[in-house]
């Protein structure tokens, strides 16, 4: 790939730079794929085989700061506390894998910070042209409104709850999480990074 941009004539460095940008994009894809594959493979040799039941892979695809990556990792069968069935990412759940949807934390943020600033139309291009990553306006409107609906339930209850006069409680709780699109998302701060991560997170009840 190298050597076909040096043997281009005559250009620009504009173009040189934008080249040079989107090889560098694809070898971070290839390299995220490869080690979460690889951690994956780790997760399943060492896992407790009597409380995790590979029940094979599945192949995702999350919408990063540079780029799509495709990769396959193991679903298991376990059991809750309560006895039921369910099944999990051992991968998603040791990594913390944040998504919403199938875009990452980075650049869910990456969008929102540009779209209080710009219209849907420019912020896909901004984040198109600088995040290796391709979005539509579309796709842009749609991500935002799933966070202002979800917000916007979240409010709701919490005033219903302060009129039913049924808020209560004073215990902290170590880590919180919420589940969007069947993926739990860390809603503590800074403060509870170090916190002991709950074996709830990345758990699909059947």
């Known amino acids: 790939m190298m050597e076909s941009i040096l043997q281009e004539k005559r250009i620009s460095f504009k173009e040189f730079e934008k080249k040079i940008y989107q090889f560098v994009c694809g070898l971070g894809q290839e390299i995220a794929r490869t ?3 690889n951690y994956d ?8 085989r009597k409380a995790y039941r590979d029940k094979g892979k599945r ?5 990063t700061l540079f780029g799509e990556v495709t990769y396959e990792r193991r679903v298991y069968q376990t059991k809750t506390e309560e ?17 919403i949807g ?4 980075n650049l869910a ?8 600033e710009a219209p849907y139309r420019s912020t896909a291009e901004i984040i198109t042209n600088t995040c290796g990553q391709s979005i539509s306006h579309g796709g842009v409107w749609e991500m935002v409104q799933k966070l202002g609906e979800k917000i916007s339930k979240e409010e709701a209850h919490a ?6 006069d049924q808020a209560k409680g004073t215990k902290e709780i170590p880590v919180l999480f919420e589940e ?19 074996r709830n997170e990345g758990i699909y009840y059947v």
């Open 35 to 37: 080690m979460l594959e």
């Open 41 to 48: 493979d780790h997760l399943a040799k060492t896992r407790d």
């Open 59 to 63: 192949t995702t695809t999350v919408k």
């Open 83 to 99: 006895g039921e069935r369910a099944y999990i990412y051992l991968l998603d759940s040791e990594m913390q894998m944040e998504k």
């Open 102 to 105: 199938l875009i990452s934390t």
């Open 109 to 116: 943020e990456q969008i929102l910070q540009t779209v209080t």
């Open 159 to 164: 005033v219903k709850e302060m009129n039913a």
């Open 180 to 198: 969007m699109d069947g993926v739990w998302l860390n809603m503590q701060g800074k403060a509870h990074e170090k916190a002991k991560k709950t």
